[in-house]
């Protein structure tokens, strides 16, 4: 380089920028689709905090101590990467949210039968009626038949 004119240096210099660039926004995609890989597996472990209610804090936990790192990487880097905590999803809390789901569910349910039982007692009431309905005329054709041979005898 020490042979070499400035024309030359201004274009190795440029060269230089651009190949920093290129590694700088490669870094930037890695990094991000790692946070982004980290940030779902918390959110998995914090879905399936009632199975492992030990092992899913602990991984939300790890997820945020290693975003914190490579978020200090990427600024050491230059590069603007904010990214807030994950709070791990407190075993109580899930438990407290599929009571309540449960109960909303049983609650709809219960509705559910209520308008069923009412709908199938109206059609059996509403059955009953034209059978006794029916019943009533059959008696009645008997009747008035019996009396008309009563009467032609």
């Known amino acids: 380089m020490l042979d070499a ?12 920028q651009a190949a920093r660039q290129n ?3 490669l870094i930037t995609k890695c990094t991000a689709r790692l946070m982004a890989r980290m940030d779902a597996a918390a959110d998995i ?3 399936k905090v009632l199975l ?17 790192a490579i978020v200090e990487f990427q600024g050491r880097l230059g590069i603007e990467q904010n990214r807030d905590d994950l709070d791990p999803r ?4 899930a438990v407290t949210e599929v009571r309540d789901k ?3 569910s049983g609650a709809e349910k219960v509705d559910a039968a209520k308008r069923l ?6 059609r059996a009431r509403s059955t009953t009626g034209k059978l006794s309905e029916r019943i009533a005329d059959r008696a009645r054709r008997l009747r008035s038949n019996d009396d008309s041979q009563d009467e032609s005898s």
């Open 117 to 122: 039982s009412t709908e199938t007692f109206d």
């Open 90 to 93: 407190r075993w109580t809390q």
């Open 45 to 47: 472990a914090n879905a």
């Open 5 to 16: 004119s400035p024309d030359e240096s201004d274009g190795h210099r440029l060269g230089l």
């Open 102 to 104: 449960a109960l909303e």
């Open 52 to 68: 492992h209610p030990t092992k899913a804090p602990s991984l939300v936990q790890s997820s945020n101590h290693v975003s914190g």
């Open 23 to 25: 590694r700088l926004d």
